[in-house]
């Protein structure tokens, strides 16, 4: 978004990539580079035998506390991803298993866009089901419902009564059934 385009011309050096290409070509590069820098990070987790590391923090704790930076991926106007991947099994197969598995190797996505409801069609329901904070701006009881996972924003007068500037967050838990599964 043009919002970004400061940081391209002007990077600092906590940032390591932006991109200001809407493509499809673009989003499919990017999805593979977010899969090489996950590949390339449970690398270094499993690559000695005797220590496998299952977190960031226990790689760290191991090797330092800036052996290996914390990755925050920011795709703002995401419904450009989403829709580019829609027709494309291979990537939202990809996409869902990145978030499935990303932030056990310190990478975290934030994902920004002015609609969920109709924004998300390269979004699997399971994939959905990874994006477990859940920030809003005043928005209509559709957006709501689809946002957070409710049936009926309109009974919720919080919602309904939000100000502009307001936002509401919700942080979605997954239970877990027996054998570990997700209920």
Do not use: C, W
């Not at 391209?8 to 200001?20: F, L, Q």
């Not at 270094?44 to 930076?69: A, C, D, I, Q």
Request: without cysteine.
């Amino acid at each position: 978004s043009i919002e970004f385009l400061s940081y391209a011309v002007n990077t600092p050096p906590h940032i390591k990539y932006v991109a200001a290409d809407k493509s499809k070509e673009h989003t499919i590069k990017f999805l593979d580079k977010m899969e090489a820098e996950y590949k390339r990070r449970l690398m270094l987790f499993t690559e000695n035998p005797r220590k496998v590391y299952r977190s960031l923090s226990e790689y760290r704790e191991s090797n330092g506390r800036k052996s290996l930076p914390r990755l925050l991926i920011i795709i703002d106007e995401f419904h450009n991803v989403s829709n580019h991947i829609k027709e494309e099994p291979v990537y939202k197969e990809k996409l869902e298993s990145l978030l499935r598995v990303m932030r056990a190797v310190g990478m975290t996505t934030l994902f920004a866009d002015q609609t969920f409801s109709t924004g998300l069609p390269g979004l699997t329901d399971s994939a959905k089901k990874q994006i477990t904070l859940r920030m809003a701006m005043k928005a209509d009881a559709e957006e709501y419902n689809a946002i957070f996972d409710i049936r009926s924003a309109r009974s919720i007068p919080e919602l309904m009564e939000m100000e502009a500037f307001q936002v509401t967050v919700r942080y979605l838990l997954h239970e877990k059934g027996e054998d570990g599964s997700e209920v």
